[in-house]
């Protein structure tokens, strides 16, 4: 799963991104608009900008832009800069491998051999969606569902 602080950033971007060409976005309408902790916010924007994904400006008029058009930037990019890899395990990442303990030999792991299907099948999806490119929202029944505790779960396929 995508870690609370990544689930934060991308949605900072997509902030940044709704209001690319408009100016600085102040950090209190990010952290508002989206619920973000502000000073959680404040070391987001700032890992950021060192990843030369955000431009800032000081003072009263100041805040933050995309230091790159949204329609230059694809969710797979974002997601390998902010996180690393888009991988499952490491041992499947293309630009952050790595093995874990006690690994078995790569060729022979099965692991490793379906994750890398996901990687795959994850970055061709993510690699085709810009940050400026419209999401259709889920639509609410199958939040609902997912969550109802009476919604099937792996618990009733073994029953
Ligand atoms: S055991 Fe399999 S999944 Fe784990 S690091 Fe080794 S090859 Fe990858």
Known sequence: MLSQKTRYTIRAMQ????????????????????????????????E???????????????????????????YGDLLR????????????????????????????????ALMLQVRDATAQLLDGVRLSDPIALAPASEDETMMHPDSPSSLDIEA
């Open 81 to 112: 800069t902010i996180s690393g890899s888009l991988a499952l395990v490491p041992c499947a990442s293309r630009f952050a491998h790595e093995t874990c303990k006690n690994c078995l030999p790569e060729t022979e792991c099965r692991v490793r």
């Open 48 to 74: 950021l900008a060192r990843f030369g994904l955000v431009d800032s400006q000081r003072g009263r008029e100041g805040g933050y832009w995309l230091a790159i058009a949204p329609i230059d930037i694809t």
């Open 15 to 46: 902030h940044l991104a709704d209001h690319y060409g408009e100016g600085p976005v102040p950090l209190v309408d990010i952290a508002d608009t989206q619920n973000i902790p502000a000073k959680f916010l404040t070391v987001i924007l700032s």
